[in-house]
């Protein structure tokens, strides 16, 4: 009694035994997380070493003591597949606030698996909050080959397990999907580089997307509340032409999928063959209006001299942002060396009503090099036979060497929408480069 006096008695003092409790409580309530090192367990980060294992049992320690886990600068290798399909296995049921992290490129965990794998799986059977990754590089080496390959998935199931999750500072290089997730809430994904030094023989080359970041929506979870801010994304990062390459393609695209409350803000993305960003209906809950921000992005559609098709012939189209997810605004958005700019593209999803779009304030600059691309349109909505409302587009700067035709818009074209419902289109400006 009189401690606590000493600190809230009138003109408190605290005397020395109460400072040592004071500060041993302190201690107590806002200490971190113990941090695990991964050398420890056995780990050589030498490059050479098969670390599988050695890690492993790290990430076991780290679920069974809820301890951070710390991986110092060094090539950790990776070789042993599990069972799963899995390299390395993280439980995260039962923890909070832990932290799996590294010394940013300088730490390495890579790959030469010639087999379709997971590097990192994260898989919460009960809670998991604010678990953190960060400061580590994702690389695989693999050659062209017929399946997936993923860098880092977070499965939190149906029940929705992980909250807050956030992966920062990483770099993923080498694989057809680098990050994925599901049963997620408040997931934060910032400041990542993402590179692609085999472009498309990184990828299972078929119906499969080859992008770096896949939000999924199915029986085993969704995506609430997905922020992608300040990330860079390179669908070739390779330093030699595409013709080296046996599929002449880059990635595909950098955002895939769905989320019920998604923003995409300030990423830059580069060198890709399909859409920078493609996001789809909702599935579990169609009629969920959480809104889908996209504002504040510059994408450089420009393709890689050579890029080709898969039966041979030159690929001359590249798409910016599509966004078949209603309730969305896209504003103020940057994109060069578009063939299709803005789409949102309903003809795909018969079943879809497409309503509530905010379309304002963007810079499109359509390729000019008529040999090398097919400009289609800047901005482009597609229907399905279900009405379409409350569309709005305002605002917007096009720029193109190829003015608009009788039937044949190249600036915003609106088709297959027989019930348009509150649509306004004012104030965009179109800029004829002579």
């Not at 605290?14 to 201690?27: A, D, E, H, V």
């Not at 439980?91 to 940013?104: F, K, M, P």
């Not at 695209?253 to 995409?264: E, H, L, M, N």
């Not at 003015?403 to 965009?428: C, F, G, K």
Request: hydrophobic share 35%; charged share 10%.
């Amino acid at each position: 009694m009189a401690f606590w006096h000493h600190i809230y008695g009138n003109q408190a003092t605290i005397s020395p035994m109460g400072l040592f409790f004071l500060l041993l409580i302190r201690t107590f309530l806002f200490s971190a997380p113990p941090s695990l090192n991964v050398h420890d367990f056995g780990a050589k980060g030498d490059g050479v070493t098969d670390d599988t294992q050695a890690i492993n049992q790290a990430l076991q320690a780290a679920h069974d003591q809820q301890a951070s886990v710390y991986f110092p600068s060094g090539t950790y290798l990776c070789n042993t597949l599990g069972s799963d399909g899995n390299l390395l296995n993280f439980h995260a049921d039962g923890t909070q606030g832990l932290t799996i992290y590294g010394d940013g490129s300088n730490s390495v965990i890579t790959t030469s698996l010639n087999q379709g794998s997971v590097m990192l799986f994260v898989l919460a059977f009960g809670p998991c909050s604010n678990l953190t990754v960060k400061d580590l590089s994702f690389q695989n080496t693999h050659g062209m080959i017929t399946a997936q390959t993923r860098g880092l998935f977070f499965m939190g199931k149906s029940n929705q397990y992980i909250t807050n999750l956030t992966v920062s500072g990483c770099y993923f290089n080498g694989f057809s999907t680098a990050l994925g997730g599901q049963g997620i809430n408040n997931w934060m994904i910032t400041t990542n580089y993402f590179g692609s030094p085999q472009g498309h023989d990184n990828a299972k080359d078929d119906t499969d997307p080859a992008v770096f970041l896949w939000c999924y929506d199915n029986q085993n979870g969704l995506c609430n509340n997905v922020t992608i801010t300040n990330n860079t994304a390179d669908g070739y990062s390779g330093t030699g032409p595409l013709s080296a390459l046996v599929t002449h393609r880059p990635m595909d695209g950098f955002v895939f999928g769905t989320a019920y409350g998604i923003t995409i803000t300030n990423n830059t993305t580069r060198h890709f063959a399909e859409e920078h960003y493609n996001l789809q209906p909702r599935a579990t809950n169609p009629a969920d209006t959480s809104t889908t921000l996209i504002s504040n992005n510059y994408l450089d559609c420009s393709l890689p001299q050579g890029c080709t098709n898969t039966d041979g012939s030159p690929h001359r189209a590249n798409y910016g942002i599509r966004c078949d997810i209603s309730n969305a605004v896209i504003t103020n958005n940057t994109l060069v060396n578009y063939t299709y700019g803005i789409i949102i593209r309903g003809i795909e999803y018969p079943n879809t009503h497409l309503h509530s779009y905010v379309i304002t304030g963007n810079q499109l600059h359509a390729a000019t090099d008529p040999t090398t691309y097919d400009v289609t349109a800047g901005i482009l909505i597609q229907g399905n036979g279900n009405p379409v409302t409350d569309i709005r587009m305002t605002n917007n700067d096009i720029f193109t060497n190829l003015p608009d035709l009788p039937n044949n818009a190249r600036s915003i074209r609106v088709e297959r929408t027989q019930n348009l419902h509150r649509l306004l289109i004012t104030n965009n400006n179109l800029h004829i480069i002579q």
